[in-house]
């Protein structure tokens, strides 16, 4: 059973500043730039993203070291912010389940 463990929030707080250092130090930066412009849809996207795939995950998979399920997450994340955000910018309705 994987739980959130609050042991892992530094963790993941040194993992968002290496990736935003590393962030930085990107030639050419367009992807990083549209997430950011889009930057409500992965938020609101990424913790049902995250919290599904690892469950799925673990269950089709057992045993796995939580390295790896962590990454599937965050690809997974990634994957479906950047479909949603497709989405968002061609579909009126799911434009507006975003608009503040």
Excluded: M
């Amino acid at each position: 059973d994987t739980q959130y463990n609050p042991l892992a929030f530094p963790l993941v707080v040194c993992g968002l500043a290496l990736a935003l250092g590393l962030a930085q130090r990107v030639p050419d930066a367009r992807i990083i730039r549209y997430i950011g412009r889009n930057s409500i849809v992965f938020y609101v996207t990424h913790w049902i993203v995250v919290f599904w795939s690892i469950r799925l995950l673990d269950a089709a998979v057992p045993g796995l070291p939580a390295l790896v399920l962590v990454a599937a997450a965050l690809a997974s994340a990634v994957l479906v912010g950047l479909g949603v955000t497709w989405l968002s910018l061609r579909v009126r309705p799911v434009a507006l389940l975003f608009r503040i």
